[in-house]
């Protein structure tokens, strides 16, 4: 940043106006007790006077320019502000230009920015803030101005010296009429004659703010890399990044301070690019270099359709590029070798608040993430570089999706998309070994887990975790891997939150346009509906879908779960007593198995987790086991297979 000029302009005993400066309208008086004397030129709404002006024409005339200086409030008023005001890119004969006034506003203490163009020597008005949000001025307090114009952009900001300088533009307003270069400037006027003791002191002119930014080296596709630069005037309030053109991003935790800035971020892909780097709250501030990024040959990609990965059941659409869930629960695990892992997701049409996961590898501790490009798993240290372990079990589990916005339609959702592992150079996966069974349980919102964790919290994402809902927790119990397939809000005729439809019309679609496959069928499918039907009729509902899943899945037993408060209870036993096998369903009764003084919501209706997790699983596998078979059958190769990594 150049400094055009910077002064203390009301010296004791000057008696003038310091050099460089023009008297350009009224009689701007300088001295001890300065600018003092009777002031007669009016501000008033009607007039618009000229008031007392003087004009920094000692400097050449600039376009884009930032002016600041100090000045004692004498007084205030819940009416009057007797204040100095700033002039920008005003011609040395004062008759085109911006003047920056600050009022009252009606409310002692509370004063607002006022912008006015000169044109042909009138004044037209062109903006007003509101108050000046959270400050309360006072007489007899010292404060700085400091006004900016960059292009059409004129951004104020006012403050008393007692606190620290706000980081941001306190007000913004475009305008285009004056576009020619000019002078900065000083404006005063009371709105009737008078004196006031007002010392205008450490004026500063200069161009707006500058960054520069140093061309990144050593960059590796996909790695972290560190960008750096430097500053001049005040500190940026926030930095935004874009990469080749595109849209700008916040940058998170940028280290800013001192004159220089660095941050982190993940280098894009090989080859040459440039990067631009914005003040978070003056878009005009901004820097760029071009440099370039390295091939990552330190690193193997795993597709999401590796015949490594186990996806839990009826849940994900899995294809070479993505493996796209919408439910919470729905999970997958792997084998891997090596020293790094990093998960990959599109986050390209990611709704906010964003998806949340649980993940974790071999001995460590569940860890919570929410979907994002890319997530590094951190290996733990008991089984990192140890040679006894050639391969470490990564296990991820969507914890939840926010019931707020869409999760089934095209376009914008909180679906999850994985595409794929990101693992260390020479790194191979293998395939975890299924659990004996599969298991399938449709339903609502004590199905996804809504609630778990309480009500405290703002927002879903934080209120909901599928992994304590008692739907999930039945998997362990029962030995079998589980798909876990609840939506809040859903029914046998009412439609899901997230534009999800009734149950009926959505069972059989993963999502919309995209078919769920039962070729490999569960071993039991669980069906935990109606408490969200209410009073209406839902026979002929759950009897269509019953045959649906009788008809997807033949030979396999559908358990109904009787709803927890009683609700369609009725309706549900008539549409097994008309469904088209009903020998193959059966009714389960779970009078009794939510007990809300072990946790529940204020509605009575959605468990806490720990009450799912030691009250409730147990009770409802106790009660679905034997539709098991009373034994646990093995899937083909299953016991030659577990026989055999026994011998290895």
């Known amino acids: 940043m150049t400094i055009y000029y910077a002064s203390a302009f009301d010296s004791a005993g000057i008696g003038s106006l310091p050099s460089g400066w023009a008297n350009a309208a009224g009689t701007w ?25 003087a004009i920094l024409t000692g400097v050449s005339a600039v376009a884009d320019m930032q002016l600041s200086f100090s000045q004692n409030i004498p007084g205030l008023t819940a009416t009057a ?8 890119r005003m011609d040395a004969a004062y008759q085109n230009g911006y003047a920056i006034l600050v009022d009252q506003t009606g409310t002692l203490g509370a004063l607002r920015f006022l912008v006015f163009r000169r044109s042909g020597g009138g004044y037209g008005f062109v903006g007003s803030s509101g108050p000046i949000a959270g400050i309360t001025f006072a007489a007899s307090d010292t404060v700085t101005l400091r006004a900016q114009i960059v292009g059409s952009t004129i951004s104020l900001k006012l403050w008393p010296t007692r606190i620290a300088e706000p ?18 400037g000083l404006y005063y006027a009371l709105d009737t004659a008078g004196s006031a003791a007002m010392g205008v002191c450490d004026v500063v002119l200069s161009d707006p703010p500058a960054l520069t930014v140093t061309a990144p080296s050593g960059a590796v596709a996909g790695a972290a890399m560190t960008v750096s630069g430097a500053y001049a005037g005040q500190d940026p309030s926030g930095l935004n990044l874009a990469f080749d053109g595109g849209a700008y991003a916040a ?7 001192g004159g220089s800035f660095s941050f982190s971020t993940t280098a894009p892909s090989a080859g040459s690019h440039t990067l631009a780097v914005q003040e978070a709250n003056d878009s005009s501030v901004t820097a760029g270099a071009s440099f370039a990024v390295g091939s990552a040959p330190t690193y193997v990609a795993i597709a999401p359709n590796d015949a490594a990965m186990l996806y839990s059941p009826l849940g994900w659409n899995v294809t070479g590029t993505a493996a796209t869930s919408a439910n919470a629960g729905a999970a997958f ?22 998806s949340q996961l649980w993940w974790r590898i071999d001995t460590g501790a569940w860890t919570q993430a929410s979907v994002a490009a890319t997530i590094t798993c951190a290996i733990p240290a008991a089984t990192a570089g140890n040679a006894d372990v050639p391969f470490h079990l990564l296990e991820v589990v969507v914890k939840s999706i926010t019931e707020t916005q869409n999760r089934w339609n095209a376009g914008a959702s909180g679906r999850v998309v994985f595409t794929g592992l990101t693992l260390a150079a020479g790194a191979t996966v293998a395939a975890p070994h299924a659990a004996p069974l599969r298991l399938a349980v449709f339903g609502d919102s004590l199905v996804e887990g809504v609630r778990t964790l309480g009500e405290a919290a703002t927002l879903d994402t934080d209120r909901n975790d599928a992994t304590l809902g008692w739907a999930y927790r039945l998997g362990a119990l029962l030995g079998a891997e589980a798909g876990v397939i609840g939506f809040g809000g859903q ?20 999502y919309a346009g995209v078919a769920r496959s039962f070729a490999v069928a569960p071993d039991l499918l669980v069906l935990a509906t109606g408490t969200n039907d209410g009073l209406a009729d839902t026979v002929a509902a759950a009897t269509g879908l019953l045959n649906g899943l009788i008809a997807a899945c033949p030979g396999k037993p559908v358990a109904v779960l009787r709803p927890f408060n009683g609700a369609q209870a009725a309706n549900l036993l008539a549409a097994i007593a008309a469904c088209s096998a009903p020998a193959a369903c059966h009714w389960v009764d779970t009078s009794g198995v939510f007990d809300p003084a072990l946790g529940a919501d204020s509605l009575g209706l959605h468990p806490s987790g720990p009450n799912n997790q030691a ?5 409802i596998a106790a009660l679905l086991r034997p539709l098991l078979g009373g034994g646990i059958a093995s899937p083909p190769g299953f016991r030659a297979g577990f026989r055999q990594s026994l011998l290895a």
């Not at 009250?615 to 009770?619: G, L, S």
Request: net charge negative.
């Open 491 to 510: 029914g046998l005729l009412a439609g899901g939150s997230g534009n999800v439809p009734a149950l009926g019309g959505s069972y059989a679609s993963l």
């Open 167 to 184: 980081a941001a533009w306190q007000y913004s307003v475009s305008d285009g009429g004056i576009t020619a270069p000019g002078y900065a």
């Open 29 to 53: 008086q300088v001295g001890t007790t300065a600018p003092t004397g009777t002031h007669s030129h009016s501000f008033g709404s009607a007039g618009h006077g000229d008031g007392d002006v």
């Open 251 to 257: 940058v998170s935790s940028p280290a800013i301070g």
């Open 333 to 354: 695990r792997v084998l891997f070798s090596g020293a790094s892992c990093m998960l990959g997701f599109d986050v390209s049409a990611m709704v906010s608040p964003a």
């Open 615 to 619: 009250a409730i699983a147990p009770q």
């Open 81 to 88: 502000a007797p204040m100095i005001g700033a002039l920008l």
